[in-house]
C-alpha cells in the first residue's frame, strides 16, 4: 500500500514556473513507476508524464514535452513536476500515481494508487 499527498500547486502566470512534488509512505516507493496525470473541468483525466522505478526512463504527453521535467528521490520517497513556460491550457487538477515498476503506462489503469491532486491555474 502507497500513500500520495501532492503539494507545490497554486497560481501563475503564462511563462512561469511551478514545481509539484508528490510524497509517498511507505518503505518500497522505489518499486513503483510514479506518473503524472492532470484534469481539466470537464475533461478527462490525462496523462502528463512518468517516471520508471530507478529514474532511468522517462515518458511525457506531446502537449508538455519539453517544458516539463519528472525526476525523483528514492531516498525522500518524492517524485517532482517541474513545469516550465506554463500556459492557461496547463490549468488542471494535477494527480500523481504509483503503477508497477516494470513499465511506463500512459493510461489510467495502469496504476494503482492516486493521491488527492494539487490544483494549478495558469492566467493569461
Known amino acids: 500500500q502507497v500513500q500520495l499527498v501532492e503539494s507545490g500547486g497554486g497560481l501563475v502566470q503564462a511563462g512561469g514556473s511551478l514545481r509539484l512534488s508528490c510524497a509517498a509512505s511507505?518503505?518500497?516507493?522505489?518499486?513503483?513507476?510514479m506518473g503524472w496525470f492532470r484534469q481539466a473541468p470537464r475533461k478527462e483525466r490525462e496523462f502528463v508524464g512518468a517516471i520508471s522505478w530507478n529514474g532511468g526512463s522517462t515518458s511525457y504527453a506531446d502537449s508538455v514535452k519539453g517544458r516539463f521535467t519528472i525526476s525523483r528521490d528514492n531516498a525522500k520517497n518524492t517524485v517532482y513536476l517541474q513545469m516550465n513556460s506554463l500556459k492557461p491550457e496547463d490549468t488542471a487538477v494535477y494527480y500523481c500515481?504509483?503503477?508497477?515498476?516494470?513499465?511506463?503506462?500512459?493510461?489510467?489503469?495502469?496504476?494503482?494508487?492516486w493521491g488527492q491532486g494539487t490544483q494549478v491555474t495558469v492566467s493569461s
Open positions: 511507505g518503505r518500497t516507493f522505489s518499486s513503483y513507476t
Open positions: 500515481a504509483a503503477g508497477p515498476r516494470y513499465t511506463i503506462r500512459r493510461e489510467r489503469t495502469g496504476y494503482d494508487y
